[in-house]
């Protein structure tokens, strides 16, 4: 009798949905950051950072949904007078659209690796489709931590002007090239 209970108990198991798992996106280690042409010469770089948010991941079921929002502000150069720059109304104007975000629920996999993840980027308060790809994947248990981790690297390209930000193009180059490396804890 116990041995068909445990029989029945197992199948019942088998066969119940998997648990999606919930992770907080870890600001020490997920920072976005962007390239664009400058003037026909170089290439400028920065990043933000300061990032916040959430991811579910169902590895069974091949799904997810990651929201990632990132104050506008934390915005990097490492030349502070481009930063201030970048913060006014020119550009992105961080006193009326102090975050940018991005949504995503459509995850698509090659296999057993996520390649891409469709979603939603809000810049400037202006929301358009967008998908990340991406390029490196991995999950499991950080030995530093003693928790389990998801990392990426995700990059897609956007057209600033899409967003209502075309301030100095074409000097400034209007397609900015997207970057993000992501670290989430499990929770």
Do not use: W
Request: with cysteine; net charge neutral; proline share 3%.
């Amino acid at each position: 009798m116990r041995l068909t209970f445990a029989i029945a108990l197992f199948s019942a198991c088998a066969v119940l949905p998997a648990r999606a798992d919930n992770y907080t996106i870890d600001p020490t280690h997920t920072f976005p950051s962007f390239e664009i042409d400058h003037l026909g010469y170089s290439t400028q770089r920065g990043r933000f950072n300061s990032t916040q948010g959430k991811l579910t991941l169902d590895d069974d079921k091949k799904s997810g949904s990651v929201e990632i929002t990132i104050d506008a502000a934390s915005i990097d150069t490492g030349f502070a007078k481009l930063e201030e720059h970048l913060r006014s109304d020119d550009f992105f104007d961080v006193k009326r659209y102090p975050t940018l975000s991005f949504r995503g629920s459509n995850f698509r996999f090659a296999d057993e690796r996520l390649v891409a993840v469709g979603g939603n980027l809000t810049l400037h308060g202006v929301t358009l489709p967008v998908t990340l790809n991406v390029t490196r994947f991995k999950c499991g248990f950080n030995i530093v931590r003693l928790r389990n981790v998801c990392g990426a690297d995700a990059n897609t390209s956007i057209k600033r002007s899409d967003y209502g930000v075309s301030k100095s193009t074409p000097f400034v180059g209007d397609e900015v090239r997207i970057t993000i490396q992501i670290e989430a804890v499990r929770d």
